[in-house]
C-alpha cells in the first residue's frame, strides 16, 4: 500500500479531485524509437511519431490505470527515403494493408515509486501479441506553451519481429528489436 501511495504522490494524484484523469497523447511529443543489430556490426534506428490515444490515470488505484494509443505507421522515418520505401513496404511493416500500430494496456503492476510493468496487447502488422512495457514517470509539470498540465513517461521494450511476422532478412537484421518510448499526455 505505500508503494501505490508513493506513486501517486510521485505522480502529483494525491492533490487532484477526479477519480480518474482522462488525458490525451500529444502527438509532437510522443514517439518509439526502434533499434536493430545490423550484421551484429551497428545498431541502426528509425523514428515513429504520431500517436494518438489516451491514459486514464486512476488515483485510487493506479493498477486500475489505463493506455490506449495509436501510432501511424506512415510517420515511420529512419531520414533515408528509400529506405523508408522498404520498410513501409508489403516485405516489411506493409503499410498499405497496416496502417497503424496499437498497444491496449491489460495490466499496470507498480514496481518502485515512479516505475511499472504496464502489460497489453501490441498489434503490428495485423498479429496481435502480449508485451510487457518498463515504464518510468518522468515528471507532471505545467507547460506553458499549451495551458495545461501534462505527464511525462518514458518505456523500454523488446519484442521479436519474427513474433509479429517480420522476420525476413535475418541473420543480415537481428531478430530482436528494442523500443524507446516517450510520451507527454495531456
Given at each position: 500500500?505505500?508503494?501505490?501511495?508513493?506513486?501517486?504522490?510521485?505522480?502529483?494524484?494525491?492533490?487532484?479531485?477526479?477519480?480518474?484523469?482522462?488525458?490525451?497523447?500529444?502527438p509532437t511529443h510522443?514517439?518509439?524509437?526502434?533499434?536493430?543489430?545490423?550484421?551484429?556490426?551497428?545498431?541502426?534506428?528509425?523514428?515513429?511519431?504520431?500517436?494518438?490515444?489516451?491514459?486514464?490515470?486512476?488515483?485510487?488505484?493506479?493498477?486500475?490505470?489505463?493506455?490506449?494509443?495509436?501510432?501511424?505507421?506512415?510517420?515511420?522515418?529512419?531520414?533515408?527515403?528509400?529506405?523508408?520505401?522498404?520498410?513501409?513496404?508489403?516485405?516489411?511493416?506493409?503499410?498499405?494493408?497496416?496502417?497503424?500500430?496499437?498497444?491496449?494496456?491489460?495490466?499496470?503492476?507498480?514496481?518502485?515509486?515512479?516505475?511499472?510493468?504496464?502489460?497489453?496487447?501490441?498489434?503490428?502488422?495485423?498479429?496481435?501479441?502480449?508485451?510487457?512495457?518498463?515504464?518510468?514517470?518522468?515528471?507532471?509539470?505545467?507547460?506553458?506553451?499549451?495551458?495545461?498540465?501534462?505527464?511525462?513517461?518514458?518505456?523500454?521494450?523488446?519484442?521479436?519481429?519474427?513474433a509479429f511476422g517480420?522476420?525476413?532478412?535475418?541473420?543480415?537484421?537481428?531478430?530482436?528489436?528494442?523500443?524507446?518510448?516517450?510520451?507527454?499526455?495531456?
Amino acid at each position: 500500500m505505500f508503494r501505490l501511495a508513493a506513486f501517486c504522490v510521485a505522480l502529483g494524484l494525491a492533490a487532484t479531485p477526479a477519480l480518474a484523469d482522462s488525458l490525451t497523447f500529444e502527438p509532437t511529443h510522443t514517439s518509439v524509437v526502434f533499434q536493430y543489430a545490423h550484421f551484429g556490426l551497428s545498431h541502426p534506428s528509425g523514428k515513429i511519431m504520431g500517436a494518438t490515444g489516451t491514459l486514464i490515470l486512476d488515483d485510487k488505484d493506479l493498477s486500475r490505470s489505463t493506455v490506449d494509443i495509436t501510432l501511424d505507421m506512415r510517420t515511420l522515418t529512419t531520414a533515408l527515403p528509400d529506405f523508408d520505401a522498404l520498410l513501409k513496404g508489403a516485405d516489411y511493416f506493409d503499410i498499405a494493408r497496416f496502417p497503424t500500430a496499437t498497444f491496449k494496456s491489460t495490466k499496470v503492476e507498480l514496481t518502485g515509486e515512479t516505475t511499472a510493468n504496464v502489460s497489453g496487447d501490441l498489434t503490428i502488422h495485423g498479429v496481435s501479441r502480449s508485451e510487457v512495457l518498463a515504464v518510468t514517470f518522468n515528471k507532471k509539470a505545467f507547460n506553458p506553451a499549451l495551458f495545461k498540465t501534462g505527464y511525462g513517461f518514458s518505456a523500454t521494450a523488446h519484442l521479436s519481429r519474427k513474433a509479429f511476422g517480420l522476420g525476413h532478412f535475418e541473420p543480415i537484421v537481428g531478430d530482436e528489436i528494442d523500443l524507446i518510448i516517450d510520451a507527454e499526455a495531456y
